[in-house]
């Protein structure tokens, strides 16, 4: 998952970061709010850890700038603060905030509030998904592209929730369909093949 | 020999619609008569020794088989007027009994590990057969799977004895 880290102490910074990629997350790190909404507003990201007081933009005013950008896939925020938590969560969730987090971060606790973020990003896309391959499969016959292509999206989602038996499913139809519309040595039958036999094998291992 | 635990229908509807993503209605049924059974799956445990049977109507096979991938209606309904559902219908039912076979595991506190061995798809072998006559234990479920047709499975404890 794509993550932005703000944060103005460098060296908590590149601590958060190195905790999210060990996770096998993709990070960029910021100094400051304003550099991180720019690069929001450029390419919004489905999580942004973020500490709250910070030069030009606190984290704060960071989530209300992200909770205002209209059309933009839902983002989760997770503040990381070391101000008494009491006095101030009251703005920070009436801000858009998710989730607080004290500092210093632990890493555990962190790494579980991002896999909860993960799961209701990946159930979100599924459901998106879903509903796009029902219009896909209204719409067009079951040799168009989009219909392998909604299945592959479909694929991807529960492959990232592990869920391998439904990705193999997704991928076995989407064998199938390939194998009737485009033949048996088509190269996206043939790439679909390869695809189902990794799946098998990564099961074999688990 | 303590009495084996058998699924509940909760227990099963929570696991197949976790695999489906779709909330299953589940609830307790009526043993299958053997004319219409169409799928029977076979668990054995790690010695290979036959422990539980699964046996559904083809209704079951053709929606689970379905939902798993989202395969549209008509071809289960297909599947259920000719008796007969497609090979990736049968391949998917077949990885839900196989996830399934985790319910089995616990009898009386001993954890046995079970496995599906096939899921056939026809009329159930006559020795098989027997074997539902007088199983240890039994669950029968009806199982309803929004956007599907309803389909009937009964787990089956075999009688070692």
Redesign the interface.
């Known amino acids: 998952m794509r993550i932005y880290v703000v944060d103005d102490e460098n060296v908590t910074a590149k601590l958060i970061a190195s905790i999210l990629v060990g996770a096998g997350h993709e990070v960029e790190i910021f100094a400051d709010g304003q550099a991180a909404w720019e690069a929001y507003e450029a390419a919004p990201v489905p999580l942004v850890v973020t500490d709250w007081m910070m030069p030009r933009m606190s984290g704060v005013q960071l989530c209300t700038k992200i909770r205002s950008m209209y059309g933009a896939p839902y983002t989760n925020v997770i503040l990381v603060t070391s101000l008494s938590l009491a006095e101030h969560t009251a703005d920070a969730f009436k801000a858009g905030t998710d989730d607080i987090l004290g500092k210093p971060v632990d890493p555990d606790v962190l790494l579980r509030r991002v896999a909860v973020t993960e799961r209701g990003l990946l159930a979100q896309a599924e459901h998106v998904l879903r509903k796009n391959l029902e219009l896909c499969q209204s719409t067009f016959g079951a040799e168009h592209v989009a219909l392998l292509e909604s299945l592959e999206a479909l694929a991807e989602v529960s492959r990232r929730q592990r869920s391998y038996v439904r990705c193999r499913a997704f991928v076995r139809r989407q064998l199938s369909i390939a194998k009737e519309s485009f033949g048996a040595g088509d190269a996206r039958t043939v790439r679909l093949q390869a695809d189902l036999d990794e799946l098998a094998l990564i099961e074999e291992r688990l | 020999m303590p009495p084996a635990l058998l699924p509940t229908p909760e227990a099963f509807g929570n696991l197949a619609g976790m ?3 779709k909330r299953l209605k589940t609830t307790r049924g009526t043993p299958l008569a053997v004319p219409n059974i169409r799928g029977v799956a076979t668990y054995v445990d790690a010695a290979g020794v036959l422990s539980f049977i699964a046996v559904t109507d083809v209704a079951f096979i053709a929606a689970v088989g379905a939902a ?5 209606l008509p071809v289960v309904t297909e599947a259920i007027r000719t008796g007969k559902p497609s090979e ?1 219908l049968v ?2 039912a077949y ?2 009994l ?2 399934a076979a985790s319910l089995f595991n616990e009898i009386e506190g001993a954890t046995v590990h079970v496995k599906v061995g096939r899921l056939s798809v026809g009329p159930i072998d006559a020795e098989l057969a027997k074997r539902l006559v007088k199983p240890s234990a039994r669950a029968d479920m009806d199982i309803g799977i929004p956007g599907y047709p309803d389909g009937k499975i009964s787990f089956v404890a075999v009688n070692k004895g």
Do not use: K, Q, R
């Open positions: 695999l489906v993503g798993l991938a989202m395969i549209p990736a391949e998917n990885e839900v196989n996830v």
